[in-house]
């Protein structure tokens, strides 16, 4: 029996659409998410043949514990560099902050950043959470701002 070419044509297109729709749902890929601001500049960098200086304003130095809420980024005795942040407006989604609370201090990234009537504040979660922070984190509980990793 023998079947008109334009009804093959449709029918490998169909084929070739579904295949290709296939290989599109089976390949799940993570959503984008946002990126630290970059916090140290070029010219605060200086690389000797014995040592690395980073001048910094404000910095502090931070041991991480674990908690594995920022896993694989931060986990048990990491040592973060954190940076005083100027004001709230500095502080953009994307950035990890050290924020107190009466469990300690967390280490989060914030995910959405908002306003009030107490005004600024700032959703967090950890990379490695399902869920965001329950808390609303205010610029008088932050700490300061992870600006650098250190293994």
Do not use: C, P
């Given at each position: 029996m023998k079947y008109p070419l334009g009804i093959v044509s449709a029918l490998l297109l169909i084929i070739l659409a579904i295949f290709i729709l296939t290989l599109s749902v089976a390949q799940p890929t993570s959503p984008e998410r946002k990126s630290p601001q970059d916090w140290l500049k070029e010219y605060q960098i200086h690389v000797y043949q014995d040592k690395v200086?980073?001048?910094l304003?404000?910095?502090q130095w931070a041991r991480v514990t674990n908690t594995n809420s920022m896993d694989p980024l931060l986990d048990e005795e990491s040592n973060v560099l954190l940076i005083t942040p100027k004001n709230p407006e500095s502080i953009a989604t994307g950035d990890i902050i050290a924020y107190s609370t009466p469990q300690g201090t967390i280490i989060h990234r914030v995910?959405?950043?908002?306003?009030?009537?107490?005004?600024?504040?700032?959703?967090t979660q950890g990379d490695n959470?399902?869920?965001q922070d329950q808390d609303l984190?205010?610029?008088?509980?932050?700490q300061g701002v992870v600006m650098g990793v250190l293994y």
């Open positions: 200086i980073l001048s304003e404000d910095a995910i959405q950043r908002g306003h009030d009537q107490k005004g600024i504040y700032y959703i959470a399902l869920e984190i205010r610029f008088t509980d932050i």
